[in-house]
């Protein structure tokens, strides 16, 4: 039995078919999770999909947390169920308080949107149990708020709790420590402003993202088994 | 119960980079205003809020500010309380 991943969709998320595509190719059972949703039905993971879920108003993010799915959301990820935000995603965690910090405005102003080059930090978490400490993954950005912040004693925190799990080799919006994703101090849910599911079959350009889906994948599996 | 103007204002805390801040900050220098320094943008929301009382309004508002309005992570708040003009 494949491992069954909920993908949420809020109004205005955008990446949801990417993402359900990808998770397919890498041997997974997609299942899209409507915002309003209260339960998560069952799955085995979560991935929060990039966009603009309601619009972005306020702030990235703010509306969304307020969304029904996410109290589903916040008790999966208490009982220790593995949950990776991909950009907007991201955005949405942090907004949530699922993980520390906040997105905001790039450096510079621009809305980025390119490869980028990422060194894996960590490989205890949900997202990079299968890849290997310090590689490097070529892997798209698209977003113009990945701009990680957080205060000195947050920083510090994720520092030495080996929360940083992905940093850019050049750091392309001004982020904090060069940050591109973090993880929970559980290390079940994972926020990242790169899209590995562009990067994960080779007509994409770039096959770096699967490790990363694949290892999501896997801790479903396990997730599955329990 | 009585009606009341809030008027918020939500920056960025302090030692947080403000991007749009520092882009109008090199802009000003441009047209002449050399002498501007310190250029912080945020954001104003404005609402009508029912209580039977200022404080009671004011508590409302800024209790709407810590769980939604700013993210206290990188913005802090202001809140202006006046009595709503009837003639709105």
């Known amino acids: 039995m494949t491992a069954r991943v909920g993908v949420v969709v809020f109004p205005g998320t955008n990446c949801e078919q990417d993402v359900a595509w990808a998770v397919q190719v890498l041997g997974g059972t997609p299942e899209m999770l409507w915002h309003a949703d209260r339960s998560l039905g069952g799955v085995d993971a979560v991935i929060l999909a990039g966009g603009f879920a309601h619009g972005d108003y306020l702030r990235t993010g703010a509306i969304a947390r307020f969304s029904p799915v996410m109290e589903a959301v916040a008790d999966f990820v208490a009982s220790g169920g593995p949950v990776v935000g991909i950009c907007n995603g991201f955005q949405i965690l942090c907004e949530a308080g699922l993980l520390p910090g906040a997105l905001q405005k790039n450096a510079g102003l621009k809305f980025r949107c390119e490869a980028v080059d990422l060194r894996v930090e960590t490989t205890t978490t949900v997202l990079t149990s299968g890849a290997e400490r310090s590689q490097i993954l070529r892997i798209p950005i698209n977003h113009f708020e990945g701009n990680y912040v957080c205060d000195d004693a947050t920083l510090k925190a994720i520092q030495e709790g080996d929360q940083v799990v992905l940093r850019y080799v050049e750091n392309p919006n001004g982020s904090l420590d060069d940050i591109a994703g973090i993880c929970n101090e559980g290390r079940n849910v994972v926020g990242l402003m790169p899209h590995p599911e562009r990067a994960s079959e080779a007509i994409l350009g770039s096959t770096d993202g699967a490790v990363l889906l694949g290892s999501l994948l896997a801790s479903a599996a396990l997730a599955a088994q329990r | ?88």
């Open chain 2, 1 to 88: 119960m009585k009606s009341y103007e809030a008027r918020i204002e939500v920056g960025h805390r302090p030692g947080i980079l403000d991007p749009q801040g520092g882009v109008i900050e090199r802009a000003l220098p441009a047209l002449g205003y050399a002498s501007v320094s310190h250029v912080r943008v945020g954001k104003s929301i404005r609402l009508a809020v029912e209580a039977p009382d200022e404080a009671s309004a004011r508590a409302q508002v800024e209790e709407m500010c810590r769980k939604l309005l700013a993210n206290p992570v990188i913005e802090v708040f202001t809140v202006e309380i006046l009595a709503a003009d009837d003639g709105r």
